[in-house]
């Protein structure tokens, strides 16, 4: 017999009953019924049953030990009788009558127990993760994350792409987020960045003529933690195609997301066939953001037009001075009383809006302080051209329009979950295209790029040199799923003459363009394909199938909301002799 099992803790089945068995596992729960000790031992694969006689060597052993600490047990599989049968374990037809049991770690008092799904605050659960790991759900999610990468991989693979690893100690890159840096020993004085993403390094995968890239790859990014971003580190589904339009993009990914949100999403409904393309002027106009969630019905209208020289003077003094106003429906809320209305009108000012106006109409006539001073013809007309009901609501957010959009987003949101509307057991996934290629940093008071800088702009070079830069779209696009923004990704600047000039109306002179990304431009001028891709969150994939409303809970040894390791205890201060070998030392911030 095998020194540690003949079975795991989820095998053992009726057919089994006489045989001898051993298994090893942790103590899960232990019950003491006066003449017999019930010992539930777990495994990674389930539970099995241990009964022990008050007579029985393997009582002494068990009856003392903590729970979750590791034995190895030996005995006789009985089947339960009728009444003790747990119908909800795969092994609840038998139990096994030790006759052995062998010590294999004996387990101390525990900091948090790992039977039951209670709740522990953030801090013991990061650091004794590898308890933590072991309850069941977190357990789960852990299983799940492995299986929905070997999906992806096996899915990429069947559509022809080729898995490659790109470096880890790569340069720092004045895009996007704050680098992660590593000193050179080799090197005093300079650094290496651990990369953000591999995006130069897959295009320039393409320039090397590989046509088709992917890898599960590790991303490192020093900002800041949000319920569906962990801070320091996330994985992605990187990936690449050359000789490829958007169509093209679309087309590979999303036979590959729609399958693996099918296959893990225990029977809930998946947005079938080609995923809905929604402009970004679009999805901000009508969901008020740009990661719409598709399961919530309402859509919102601008209805800017309606309030000018308005009765209502607040709306029409907004529009006047080049503000809009935007409306969001509320169905059958006019059956409602007045509290609910008031209650948003309290939610939005609590979001820092100074509120949300509303009618209410109740039985076909429209009622509150905006229908009263509007005029009964002008609401009447707002109501038609709205299409409401005669029990319906309808929020209004107005304002500059970035902050009327912004709200009105909100409202949609808390709307469609108060009136519960928003679907249920569906996976609705969207592309977001058609992004600016610029905006107009308030901040800096200077035109700079709005999304990726080394996407292909519409219209190409005469875009640039014609056209008014904020008004130029870029070949850039996102994955959204339930509100979620899985991934960005865009057909990719592929020109040195088209990338020169992007970069100029950024602000970026040629030299400039030169150092900082020298790589990829000096690549492109020995002859790059047209190519794009994208690089949807492994992490946040997994999330939305686990049901999970922070990313935490399907990521192994995730970090603390301040980017800490709890466990391991980093970040940490390191030793002189360390810090003497990389000719670097420690500068004291002043105090106060």
């Known amino acids: 017999m095998h020194p540690y099992r003949t079975h795991t803790c989820a095998a053992l089945r009726r057919a ?26 777990r495994d990674h694969f389930g539970l099995t049953q241990i009964v022990v006689d008050t007579d029985s060597p393997a009582f002494v052993a068990l009856e003392r030990l903590r729970v979750e600490s590791v034995v190895t047990v030996t005995g006789k599989v009985v089947a339960r009788t009728a009444d003790t ?8 037809e038998i139990e096994i009558r030790a006759t052995e049991v062998e010590v294999r770690s004996a387990a101390e008092e525990l900091p948090m127990p790992v039977a039951g799904e209670q709740d522990y605050p953030e801090d013991i659960r990061l650091k004794y993760r590898y308890l933590d790991l072991r309850r069941e759900k977190v357990h789960a999610n852990m299983m799940l994350r492995s299986a929905v990468i070997a999906s992806l991989r096996r899915r990429m693979i069947e559509q022809g792409f080729t898995e490659f690893q790109t470096p ?14 590593v000193p050179s020993r080799v090197h005093p004085g300079k650094f290496y960045a651990l990369p953000q993403a591999p995006q130069m390094f897959k295009q320039l995968l393409m320039v090397a003529g590989f046509d088709k890239y992917f890898q599960i790859a590790p991303c490192f990014r020093d900002e800041d933690a949000r319920a569906d971003r962990s801070p320091g580190e996330f994985y992605q589904l990187d990936f690449e195609m050359s000789f490829v339009t958007q169509d093209d993009v679309f087309a590979a990914i999303e036979p590959v997301l729609g399958g693996v949100f099918a296959e893990f999403g225990n029977g809930r409904t998946v947005t079938e066939g080609a995923f809905p393309r929604i402009p970004y002027r679009e999805s901000m106009l009508k969901y008020g953001s740009d990661k719409p969630d598709l399961r919530n019905p309402l859509t919102i209208t601008d209805v800017t037009e309606h309030f000018r020289g308005s009765g209502f003077g607040l709306f029409d003094r907004i529009v006047s001075e080049g503000g809009v106003v935007r409306a969001i429906p509320a169905p059958g809320a006019g059956k409602l009383s007045r509290k609910f209305f008031d209650e948003m009108n309290e ?23 905006i229908a009263k001073n509007h005029g009964e013809e002008a609401t009447a007309a707002l109501v038609a051209a709205l299409g409401l009901g005669s029990d319906d609501g309808v929020f209004f957010a107005a304002g500059k329009e970035a902050q009327a959009t912004k709200l009105a987003g909100l409202a949609r949101t808390r709307t469609a979950e108060s009136l ?35 996407s292909m702009p519409q219209g190409e070079l005469e875009a640039l040199e014609t056209q008014d830069p904020l008004t130029i779209k870029a070949w850039q696009y996102d994955i959204v799923c339930n509100g979620v923004e899985l991934s960005s990704g865009a057909i990719r600047n592929h020109r040195p003459e088209i990338m020169y000039k992007a970069f100029e109306i950024a602000g970026y002179s040629r030299d400039q363009v030169d150092a900082d990304f ?16 994208s690089a949807p969150g492994v992490d946040r994939i997994v999330m939305l199938l686990a049901d999970e409303p922070n990313i935490r809970e399907v990521i192994v040894f995730p970090m603390t909301q301040k980017a800490e390791d ?27």
């Open 518 to 533: 020298a790589g990829m431009i000096n690549a492109f001028k020995f002859g790059a394909p047209p190519h794009g891709g």
């Open 85 to 92: 049968v747990n119908s909800n374990l795969p092994t609840g």
């Open 16 to 41: 089994d009953v006489g045989a001898q068995a051993r298994l090893s596992g942790w103590v899960h729960r232990k019950r003491d019924h006066g003449g017999l000790l019930f010992v539930d031992l």
């Open 566 to 592: 709890l466990m391991m205890n980093a970040p940490a201060p390191v030793t002189p002799k360390q810090l003497r070998e990389l000719q670097l030392r420690v500068v004291e911030q002043a105090k106060g």
């Open 168 to 181: 880890i100690l790569t340069a720092s890159s004045p895009e996007g987020a704050r680098d992660y840096l």
């Open 420 to 454: 519960k509307l928003i679907e249920e057991d569906a996976f609705r996934l969207c592309w977001i295209v058609d992004f600016p290629m610029f905006e107009y940093d308030e901040e800096a008071k200077k035109i700079d790029f709005s999304h990726n800088p080394f």
């Open 347 to 369: 939610w939005a000012r609590g979001e820092g809006h100074a509120g949300l106006g509303y009618i209410n109409i109740k039985e076909g006539v429209p009622a509150g302080p």
